[in-house]
């Protein structure tokens, strides 16, 4: 069967149709859309159609009717099916199915049916005919038909059939229908088919194979004595009809989208003055949700008195059949103001509004203060220029010439257009202006002179009829003094970029059999340098110094510390192999030197052998570094050492350890294990964590995959400076 889509107008005009309705009625598709439906149907059918009309703007509904076939002079058993789209829409959708080959085949199947055993026992010779012919029926089918018996073994089917399975009846005949297709579709076709033999009634439903959804309806076979002997099954391929309705569905949804976005109420009253649809604009308006509303009385939720403009308003709309516009104060909510649209259709009462209490307050306040205003317009130190309906100056108050150059009586006639570095549409840009009622902008005011003013503008609409108020604030000064500041902005960065640099190196050297790897990442880009610092550097005896650090506190007297600790630290360890030693001299000296006695440095120091591998290591107050072993294991390299520039006269203690081919030193400072998320810190379990993961990752590598998931942990923001040091040795 073929099935045409349709939407159609209360009184049957075709607003859309698809190539297969056109195809019944052999017309080209521009002749159906714009056409009335009656066109296409018989004469005897009118009647039906007009019902159907009438029916399917309330509800579903369908009929049986003849469609005409212009061109070959044809009549078109069919059945229209019709279904009401959104309430803000008058149209239907409906479904036309040509029913010609469907009733023809029903009609010939039935008959087949109910002489079946009658030609059974009939001569041979009559039986084979009555095959052919039925065979003939069969294969002349647009649906497929295939014939069971009652344990679901395969009779026939006809030609059409065999062609959608893609096989030939010699591979199915006699073989359970179940083993050709899908498990979860056999179990589901045998429910049904066990329903059909057990009851001896019809059932129909739907499945889907690939991309292609077929419509399934199975009729019992009887014999004369009434008993059930097999079943008849008809499959036709509705994908195109289900496309259809997603499309018709699609647009509906799409409809209900734009009613909810629109800014203006929107809710609709039946006969009955009861809630039947409502957007979220109304629900706030009325203070109820939807589902609270819908069904009630709006007379139950505002004023039912006869005093009530907007009662006596809806009345009339509802009695009269007319479309009224008029504005009311609310009954419900005092002081709010409404330009209420009433459309009545269909029996019902749509019903639009839009909030203009602003536009009502405003108009209030300029009657109350009429006289006030003048005095206001003519000794604000701000420009104020009121044009017309053209966008031409017809009052400016005397500070208007402070701005334009000119007097006020020169700026009459005059727009705002004339005194611009681009030449506007006056027309285009007033025209917009209006339409939005307000706007604000900041503009270049150019003089008659050629001297510029920079000026921030706001403009009203209709502060009384026809009449519109501009006001300009003369910003030059205030520009002018951003301009400076972004500029010494520009620059304080640039020096802070110079100095974080100078603490954190861009790239550490180191020995040939070793790789390093470093990030640095600042909580606060550009204004701010943190204390965070490390550097890898070669010793007197061709060892190789490996430091990190971090100053308490952030700023130009942290960053200042840093460096004096980094060139310290570095100074002692270049001719010393013990790194506590390093410390300890560096610790004396940052002592000695100290200005704020509430700042202190955490720093840990390696002295590595490149040629053994050993590490003389010593912290202070630092978090511990750790080793990747080659085997997955991990080592925390623990010194128990209070911070640099605390207290003079203290012993660091230093350690040992071989760093063998193939492990990683890591250091690092306490924006990364102090990384917080909800369930805590990242801590050295974080660390862990990712070694477990990329424990094969190079140096370079395996310091981004920590940052990253240190950053990770933080939902996406580190909220302290953040160093990081890897050093691996090679196999």
């Known amino acids: 069967m073929n099935e045409g889509a349709l939407v159609l107008t209360p009184d049957g005009t075709v607003m859309y149709s698809n190539s297969a309705f056109a195809d019944m009625v052999d017309l080209p598709l521009e002749q159906v859309i714009g056409s009335r439906i009656h066109r296409f149907v018989h004469e005897p059918h009118l009647d039906a159609v007009d019902e159907l009309l009438r029916e399917g703007q309330h509800s579903d509904a369908k009929c049986e009717l003849v469609l005409?076939?212009?061109?070959?002079?044809?009549?078109?058993?069919?059945?229209?099916?019709?279904?009401?789209?959104?309430?803000?829409?008058?149209?239907?959708?409906?479904?036309v199915t040509d029913m010609t080959e469907h009733k023809r085949t029903q009609a010939e199947l039935e008959t087949y049916r109910e002489h079946l055993e009658e030609l059974v026992e009939q001569r041979t010779a009559q039986m084979l005919e009555s095959e052919a012919r039925a065979t003939s029926i069969l294969n002349a089918s647009t649906e497929s038909i295939w014939l069971f018996d009652k344990e679901g073994r395969i009779l026939g089917g006809n030609a059409i059939a065999f062609q959608i399975w893609g096989l030939t009846p010699s591979e199915v005949i006699g073989k359970i229908a179940n083993d050709f297709v899908p498990s979860d579709i056999a179990a589901s076709r045998q429910r049904i088919f066990d329903c059909v033999i057990r009851d001896g009634v019809s059932a129909r439903w739907e499945d889907k194979r690939a991309d292609t959804v077929f419509d399934h309806s199975a009729y019992p076979v009887k014999n004369s004595k009434g008993e059930v002997t097999g079943i008849t099954v008809f499959s036709r391929d509705i994908t195109e009809r289900k496309r259809d309705e997603e499309a018709l569905l699609e647009s509906k949804e799409r409809l209900n989208r734009v009613l909810e976005s629109i800014t203006d109420g929107y809710y609709v009253l039946d006969a009955e003055w009861r809630f039947v649809e409502l957007n979220t604009v109304a629900e706030k308006h009325f203070g109820c949700p939807a589902q609270e509303l819908?069904?009630?009385?709006?007379?139950?939720?505002?004023?039912?008195?006869?005093?009530?403009?907007?009662?006596?308003?809806?009345?009339?709309?509802?009695?009269?059949?007319?479309?009224?516009?008029?504005?009311?104060?609310?009954?419900?909510?005092?002081?709010?103001?409404?330009?209420?649209?009433?459309?009545?259709?269909?029996?019902?009462?749509?019903?639009?509004?839009?909030?203009?209490?602003?536009r009502k307050q405003a108009e209030e306040a300029l009657r109350e203060s009429e006289?006030?205003?003048?005095?206001?317009?003519?000794?604000?130190?701000?420009?104020?220029?009121?044009?017309?309906?053209?966008?031409?100056?017809?009052?400016?108050?005397?500070?208007?010439?402070?701005?334009?150059?000119?007097?006020?009586?020169?700026?009459?006639?005059?727009?705002?257009?004339?005194?611009?570095?681009?030449?506007?549409?006056?027309?285009?840009?007033?025209?917009?202006?209006?339409?939005?009622?307000?706007?604000?902008?900041?503009?270049?005011?150019?003089r008659p002179d050629g001297s510029v003013r920079e000026v921030e503008g706001q403009s009203v609409a209709n502060i009384l009829p026809d009449r519109h108020l501009s006001v300009l604030h003369d910003i030059t000064d205030r520009v002018r003094a951003e301009e400076d500041l972004k500029a010494a902005k520009d620059l304080l960065e640039h020096q802070v970029y110079l100095l974080q640099r100078a603490l954190i190196p861009a790239k550490p050297q180191i020995v040939d059999g070793y790789s390093v790897g470093s990030a640095f990442i600042p909580a606060h880009v550009g204004t701010e340098v943190g204390g965070d610092?490390?550097?890898?550097?070669?010793?007197?005896?061709?060892?190789?110094?490996?430091?990190?650090?971090?100053?308490?506190?952030?700023?130009?007297?942290?960053?200042?510390?840093?460096?004096?600790?980094?060139?310290?630290?570095?100074?002692?360890?270049?001719?010393?192999?013990?790194?506590?030693?390093?410390?300890?001299?560096?610790?004396s000296r940052i002592c000695a030197h100290q200005i704020n006695d509430m700042q202190f440095v955490t720093s840990f120091l390696a002295i590595l052998d490149p040629l053994t591998g050993d590490i003389s290591f010593s912290g202070a107050g630092h978090p511990p570094a750790i080793v990747s072993c080659e085997n997955g294991d991990m080592k925390l390299l623990y010194t128990h050492n209070m911070p640099l520039g605390v207290q003079r006269g203290v012993t660091y203690e230093d350690d040992h350890y071989n760093l063998k081919p193939g492990e990683r030193l890591i250091l690092y400072t306490d924006g990364i294990t102090e990384a917080r998320h909800d369930l805590g810190l990242f801590g050295t379990e974080g660390i862990q964590s990712v070694l477990s993961e990329y424990g094969q990752a190079c140096a370079e590598e395996l310091v981004t995959h920590i940052v990253d998931a240190a950053r990770k942990w933080a939902n996406g923001k580190l909220r302290d400076d953040t160093a990081v040091l890897v050093v691996r040795r090679e196999m």
């Not at 403009?309 to 009311?328: C, G, N, P, Q, W």
């Not at 609310?330 to 009462?349: A, T």
């Not at 420009?383 to 701005?403: K, L, Q, T």
Request: proline share 3%.
């Open 294 to 358: 819908i069904g009630k009385d709006i007379w139950q939720v505002t004023s039912k008195t006869p005093e009530s403009l907007i009662y006596r308003m809806f009345h009339k709309a509802s009695a009269e059949r007319k479309v009224l516009t008029f504005e009311a104060q609310s009954d419900i909510r005092p002081g709010y103001w409404s330009e209420i649209h009433l459309y009545p259709r269909n029996g019902m009462l749509e019903v639009y509004f839009k909030d203009i209490s602003s």
């Open 371 to 446: 006289t006030k205003f003048r005095a206001v317009f003519d000794s604000t130190q701000d420009a104020i220029v009121i044009a017309d309906n053209g966008g031409c100056y017809i009052d400016a108050n005397p500070s208007a010439e402070s701005v334009f150059g000119v007097t006020p009586k020169q700026l009459l006639g005059r727009s705002i257009c004339d005194f611009m570095e681009e030449r506007y549409d006056l027309e285009a840009v007033w025209a917009e202006f209006l339409r939005r009622g307000s706007v604000k902008a900041q503009l270049k005011i150019v």
């Open 68 to 95: 005409r076939n212009e061109s070959k002079d044809a009549l078109v058993p069919s059945q229209i099916s019709v279904g009401k789209l959104p309430t803000e829409s008058e149209g239907m959708s409906a479904v």
């Open 533 to 587: 610092f490390l550097d890898v550097f070669r010793t007197e005896d061709g060892k190789v110094g490996i430091l990190i650090g971090d100053v308490s506190g952030k700023g130009i007297e942290s960053a200042a510390l840093a460096a004096t600790t980094r060139s310290t630290v570095s100074a002692f360890a270049y001719d010393s192999s013990c790194s506590g030693d390093a410390l300890t001299h560096a610790n």
